[in-house]
Nanobody
């Protein structure tokens, strides 16, 4: 059974940090580019980071660049999102996702195959 399970969400004060984790099961993560997405209430889902199969390419939108860091450990079938300098605009449900990718050095924000159930992140004082 294919699964992606996120953890690490919660309540954090502005300026704080959180680290999200996502464990994959039922498939080999190293065949997939992976990404993190978020959806705030009343807003569309947006990609906040992606990383290629071999970790050689990462991508971030301007809204999180310099604050978020994506990483992966293929041996553990796990991906991570380190979020720093959080602000209330980062409040959202965060999802991890995986996309089967032939090219090992490419990641994109579209056409993902598998999704996690989401973890809530609330940034508030």
């Amino acid at each position: 059974q294919v699964q992606l399970v996120e953890s690490g969400g919660g309540l954090v004060q502005p300026g704080g940090s959180l680290r999200l984790s996502c464990v994959a099961s039922g498939f080999a993560l190293d065949d997939y580019a992976v990404g993190w997405f978020r959806q705030a209430p009343g807003k569309e889902r947006e990609g906040v980071s992606c990383i290629s199969r071999n970790g050689g390419q990462t991508s971030y939108p301007d809204s999180v660049k310099g604050r978020f860091i994506i990483s992966r450990d293929n041996a553990k079938n796990t991906m991570y999102l380190q979020m720093n300098s959080l602000n209330p605009e980062d409040t959202a449900v965060y999802f991890c996702a995986a996309r089967r990718m032939t090219l090992a050095r490419l990641c994109v924000f579209s056409n993902y195959d598998y999704w996690g159930q989401g973890t809530h992140v609330t940034v508030s004082s």
